[in-house]
């Protein structure tokens, strides 16, 4: 297959992951079982549901903790600043500049594959369902988008070319939840993939990604939850390669997901689980919504989206490392 094709692939590959989030995500309404809390999680690792009586409160930052610029300012003002609170230790700093330096890494790549947007079709009821289509408009602004952020990205100083992966690792091993679920996706990356497994870190990623996402699903990370579903259920992409499959857990974390993003999406998954089996089950993922997330629920994205693709609609840039 020409490399060409192989990019293009896994480019395509991401970005349906991150659309599939986004459908997902868009689904409404609640699951609301309620029954009391008192089970380990099963199957390999530390157990992710906590022991009765347990509370994990979520890390708070220092109350002094300088907060991260604002998503639109211009790149050139950002990242000496960044990289000054990045190499001082600050984990959140890491994180934003981290996805900073990437998305410029990244959409070098990315735009030397993109393709011409659709041409509207002739027939008027043809273009009224092309401009409903968020998948078409996705694809739409895509070109502006990029070439507007590539023209920002020339700001980026020698020092700091091809250091995003660097800093995204750096924050994601000091703990900050949104930096372990990137890292352990494989983000840090380029869409391709190409390269990735003769990278030296590959296998200390290999080593640590499983450990990260569960942390940062004990830590509150909302987005984790998606990708232990995904990992639990199939394997696509890298993370998901590292786990073993498991039905049941895959069936705890999608009651989860729905808890935490009030979908019903998830019901099919007891389906051919017995009745003991489903009450434990519902048991185990009231127990993470509650100890890991207070019981709260959460809008947006369910998927934190890959740097080299446009913010998901209704947002005009990413949110970087913020608390969700």
Not at 167 to 190: F, S
Not at 221 to 248: C, K, R, S, T, V
Not at 299 to 308: E, R, W
Not at 312 to 318: E, L
């Amino acid at each position: 297959m020409m490399p060409r094709i192989r990019r293009a692939l896994g480019i395509a590959a991401m970005a349906a992951l991150a659309l599939f989030a986004v459908t997902l995500w868009q689904k409404e309404a609640s699951m609301t079982p309620s029954a009391p809390s008192d089970a380990f999680l099963g199957g390999r690792g530390e157990p992710l549901v906590p022991a009765p009586g347990t509370t994990r409160p979520r890390p708070v930052e220092p109350a002094d903790a300088e907060p991260l610029p604002p998503e639109d300012r211009p790149l050139a003002s950002l990242l000496g600043p960044l990289a000054a609170r990045a190499d001082a230790g600050d984990r959140k700093a890491a994180c934003r500049l981290g996805m900073e330096l990437l998305r410029c890494e990244h959409l070098e790549h990315q735009a030397a594959l993109m393709a011409p947007p659709p041409a509207p079709p002739d027939d008027q009821d043809a273009r009224k369902a092309m401009r409903s289509s968020a998948s078409v408009d996705f694809l739409m602004r895509e070109p502006a988008w990029i070439a507007e952020r590539l023209a920002q990205c020339k700001a980026v100083p020698t020092a700091l070319a091809g250091q995003g992966a660097r800093y995204l690792e750096q924050a994601a091993l000091a703990g900050e939840p949104e930096a372990m679920v990137r890292y352990a996706e494989g983000q840090h990356w380029p869409p391709s993939s190409r390269g990735a497994m003769a990278d030296p870190s590959f296998d200390r990623w290999r080593r640590n990604a499983p450990g990260m996402m569960r942390r940062a699903l004990k830590a509150g990370y909302p987005e984790a939850a998606f990708a232990l579903m995904i990992a639990y259920q199939d394997d696509g992409g890298f993370h998901a390669a590292l786990i073993p499959n498991d039905p049941e857990q895959a069936a705890v974390i999608g009651l989860l997901y729905a808890r935490l993003y009030g979908s019903q999406s998830m019901e099919g998954r007891l389906r051919g689980m017995d009745a003991a089996s489903q009450a434990i089950a519902i048991r185990q993922a009231e127990a993470m919504h509650r100890e890991y997330f207070q019981g709260r629920r959460f809008s947006g994205s369910a998927y934190p989206y890959p740097a080299f693709l446009p913010p998901v609609p209704g947002q005009t840039t990413h949110d970087f490392c913020r608390e969700p």
